[in-house]
Structures are given as structure tokens and as C-alpha cells.
């Protein structure tokens, strides 16, 4: 079975950072693509960033220059780094992951959600 867990998140004050972290385990061949969605409130979900195996980087224009997406050296790892947070950032944050088994398997694979919260 392959999972995703993510962790960081919270609260935090505009104008600060927050770094989200999701490691992918298990059974695993090789990872494609990574990346992070977040839903707000009455809203549609919709991608932040993603990086793929090869370290294409994708940014919502929302997030550029503020928000920095990377891979650790096993690319497991995903992490997402939010500087100059802003109160419509506020949302629930999701790993992605396409993941493909040692059978040949194609999955798509979401986190738990982790909620980010930028108040004053």
C-alpha cells in the first residue's frame, strides 16, 4: 500500500512562511509528478505547484516569487515553501503524487489535507 503524509501547516500572521512537507512510502517503482492543491473555502480545489521527476516547476501565478516547491534527493519528498503568507492563502493544503508500483501501476494519490490558516 503507498501513502501519502503530510505534515507543517497552521496558523500564522500575514506576511509570514510556513513550510508543508509530504513523503510518499511504500511500495513504490518511481514517482512522476508531485506537487501541492489547496481548497478554500466555497471554492473550487486548485493546484499551488507541482515538480516532476526531472524538476519541471509549475507555480499558480497567485504563489509566484512567494511560494517555492522541492524535491529531496530520494523524490519522495515534497516540500512547499510559503513566504509572505497572505489572508487568501487561507485554505486546506494537498499533497499529489503519481505514483507508479512495482507492477507497472499507475496511482493517483492525495494526502490528508493539512489546514493553513493566515490571520492577524
Known amino acids: 500500500q503507498v501513502q501519502l503524509v503530510e505534515s507543517g501547516g497552521g496558523s500564522v500572521q500575514p506576511g509570514g512562511s510556513l513550510r508543508l512537507s509530504c513523503a510518499a512510502s511504500?511500495?513504490?517503482?518511481?514517482?512522476?509528478?508531485m506537487g501541492w492543491y489547496r481548497q478554500a473555502p466555497g471554492r473550487e480545489r486548485e493546484l499551488v505547484a507541482s515538480i516532476s521527476s526531472g524538476g519541471r516547476i509549475m507555480y499558480a501565478d497567485s504563489v509566484k516569487g512567494r511560494f517555492t516547491i522541492s524535491r529531496d534527493n530520494t523524490k519522495t519528498t515534497v516540500h512547499l515553501q510559503m513566504d509572505t503568507l497572505k489572508p487568501e492563502d487561507t485554505a486546506v493544503y494537498y499533497c499529489?503524487?503519481?505514483?507508479?508500483?512495482?507492477?507497472?501501476?499507475?496511482?493517483?494519490?492525495w494526502g490528508q489535507g493539512t489546514l493553513v490558516t493566515v490571520s492577524s
Open positions: 499529489y503524487s503519481m505514483v507508479i508500483t512495482p507492477s507497472f501501476e499507475v496511482l493517483e494519490l
Open positions: 511504500g511500495s513504490i517503482f518511481s514517482i512522476d509528478n
